[in-house]
């Protein structure tokens, strides 16, 4: 089986469950992806690894031909029953290239980006080419309906192609409430996430700057990949500035999300990008901490206004910062229990046995990939319904 995305860092940190229990289940898995950090750990688990060029950002035909061509070409090196894909340009390309072998697949949407933030002649030739790519295909998952009917409004995929995917799956015994004091001596809200303008981090310093003025003790953190790929990145230039002004603190990337949110108090995605579901928002709801969001597509999935955080509007940096104050002047008993309220939604609904599940379920039934013998393997794997 191929699992393909834009990232070898995503593969290792969104589909670790995914992947482990494939290979207990005897499969043979190829990752194909750009080489990065993550790559060898991959190859550590026991996946075969095939490192290929990709300019997930770029818009130049040459260089998408020659990614569909790498592909092309491993899926002639590697006798693969099944492909599984990740992000825009795998989604597509991997498609494609599968299809030229006669490979079966499966096509996860794991968002739409900033193509569909921004609506530019970009997205026209995108939304073609998924439509070209995706329909002939048996599979689609998104994972949120928005997505999803989208997708269909704009006919890219047919209706009986798709299906819901409650998000990549949070594993709740890694990301389980800490035992942090009942009220911190310093309450500390947490940013984290790609540094590009649509995930909110520019809103969330003016946000801090406006919260800082009337309360000089709280500390705002963040911490994340800095995108100098992106369009509208920020630099780390600006979060310098931030930091010599005194209104947050920029943390640098991180293996282990989890220790860092047992530090903080509530965790603020100010999100205006066409997420799927934020993975930080499910960590965070995971260790039964506050959030604060957008009302934005994939992000009023998780986060509630009112029952485990606060939404506000998108791009409202005075409405951010009010709902940051809201937060503080909640009683500490209250704030737990909107944690306890979140940690329950992904109890629920988002916990990574049941999207293992999922997939594995799928794979056997319409695909026929994963011998009925192997159920022994997923003894882990609780059947829950989706709510």
């Not at 026991?46 to 491993?74: H, K, M, W």
């Not at 959030?291 to 509630?304: E, H, K, Q």
Request: with cysteine; hydrophobic share 40%; glycine share 6%.
């Amino acid at each position: 089986m191929a699992l393909l995305s834009n990232t070898s860092w995503s593969i290792y940190n969104f589909r670790a469950g995914l992947i482990k229990q494939l290979l207990r289940s005897g499969v043979r898995v190829v990752v194909i992806a750009p080489q990065d950090a993550y790559s060898d750990r991959l190859r550590e688990w026991g996946c075969s690894f095939e490192a290929v060029q990709l300019d997930q950002y770029g818009t130049n035909p040459l260089q998408d031909l020659r990614y569909f061509r790498q592909l092309a070409s491993i899926f002639g090196k590697y006798p693969i029953n099944f492909v599984i894909t990740y992000t825009i340009k795998p989604n597509i390309y991997g498609h494609l290239a599968a299809r030229l072998h006669g490979i079966p697949g499966l096509a996860v949407v794991t968002g739409l980006g900033h193509l569909f933030t921004a609506v530019s002649w970009k997205t026209v030739v995108a939304r073609l080419l998924y439509r070209f790519a995706l329909r002939p295909r048996r599979k689609v998952w998104f994972l949120n309906q928005e997505d999803r009917q989208l997708f269909l409004d704009y006919k890219i995929v047919r209706a009986a192609q798709t299906d819901y995917l409650p998000s990549e799956g949070i594993d709740d015994q890694v990301f389980a409430p800490s035992k942090k004091p009942v009220e911190p001596t310093i309450f500390t809200f947490l940013f984290a996430g790609r540094l590009m303008d649509e995930k909110g981090v520019r809103d969330f310093a003016a946000a801090a700057r406006l919260v800082k003025s009337q309360h000089p003790q709280v500390q705002f953190e963040i911490l994340g990949f800095i995108e100098s790929g992106f369009p509208h990145a920020v630099s780390r230039q600006e979060l310098q500035e931030w930091e010599d002004e005194g209104i947050l603190r920029y943390l640098g990337e991180t293996d282990d999300m989890a220790q860092h949110l047992n530090r903080v108090q509530c965790v603020v995605l100010p999100s205006y990008y066409r997420e799927g579901v934020p993975r930080i928002l499910l960590e965070a709801a995971s260790m039964e901490l506050p959030v604060i969001s957008t009302d934005n597509v994939g992000c009023r999935d998780i986060a509630r206004h009112n029952y485990n955080g606060y939404l506000c509007a998108k791009r409202d940096v005075q409405g951010l910062a009010h709902c940051m104050e809201q937060m503080l002047q909640l009683p500490p008993e209250k704030r737990q229990a909107m944690g306890r309220r979140g940690r329950n939604l992904v109890l629920h609904n988002f916990q990574e046995a049941l999207v293992v599940n999922r997939y594995l379920t799928v794979l056997e039934q319409h695909f026929s990939i994963i011998p009925r013998a192997s159920q022994e393997a997923l003894a882990p794997i609780v059947q829950m319904e989706i709510k």
